[in-house]
């Protein structure tokens, strides 16, 4: 099975910061990754697919890149109702998702 | 607007069974392909399986295979998912979501949870 590693699991930032978290599948999945949002006690929300569009209605300080085996999902400028946990989750054989990214207030 | 309502919150004993409802509105379930993922107390996600339209039938991931039942009503719009021989590693949120199959898939809308709760 191909394992995701997110990273890091948790950081801490401030309004305004820009933030990166990575996702690095253990074999390629070309450009099979997407990125969903989630916050205390709510389904998740996804905001990118295919590694790099932007689901209809997410800010677009939202954005993602990435190809084979090295993915990054980067909040250009961080708002308050951006902290919560991030999962990258890949569809190129079955679907796995990473362990998350929890992002929290600095 | 598409929305997944699922059925309230279970408390089951180790070894029971459990089934979670998750209905369909604002389209109607022949037109989509659900899935179910869980999430144990501040674990990650977890994906369980779901329908796949190319193929006709239902995919299972290898970890629950042979425990996990899902199954559709299209008269009522509504998918199920039976969990048997619980355990107290089954205690998590059990989410619906519609995936969508472009080259890979992804998951476009989620139902609220439901919490199953395994205790003696």
């Known amino acids: 099975d191909i394992q995701m590693t997110q990273s890091p699991s948790s950081l801490s930032a401030s309004v305004g910061d820009r933030v990166t978290i990575t996702c690095r599948p253990s074999?390629?999945?070309?450009?099979?990754l997407n990125w969903y949002q989630q916050k205390p006690g709510k389904a998740p929300k996804l905001l990118i697919y295919e590694a790099s569009t932007l689901q209809d209605g997410v800010p677009s300080r939202f954005s993602g890149s990435g190809f084979g085996t090295d993915f990054t999902l980067t909040i250009s400028s961080l708002q308050p109702e951006d902290f919560a946990t991030y999962y990258c989750?890949?569809?190129?054989?079955?679907?796995?998702f990473g362990g998350g990214t929890k992002v929290d207030i600095k | 607007q598409v929305q997944l309502v699922q059925s309230g919150a279970e408390v089951k004993k180790p070894g029971a069974s459990v089934k979670v409802s998750c209905r369909v509105t604002?389209?109607?379930?022949?037109?989509?392909?659900m899935h179910w993922v869980r999430q144990a107390p501040g674990k990650a996600l977890e994906w369980m399986g779901g329908f796949d339209p190319e193929d006709g039938e239902t995919v299972y991931s290898q970890n629950f295979q042979g425990r996990v039942t899902m199954t559709e009503d299209t008269s009522t719009d509504t998918a199920y998912m039976e969990v048997s021989s619980l355990t107290s590693e089954d205690t998590a949120v059990y989410y619906c979501?519609?995936?969508?199959?472009?080259?890979?898939?992804?998951?476009?809308?989620w139902g609220q949870g439901t919490l199953v709760t395994v205790s003696s």
């Open positions: 979501a519609t995936a969508i199959f472009t080259s890979g898939w992804y998951f476009d809308s």
């Open positions: 989750q890949q569809s190129y054989k079955t679907l796995v």
């Open positions: 074999q390629s999945i070309t450009r099979y």
């Open positions: 604002g389209y109607t379930l022949s037109e989509s392909a």
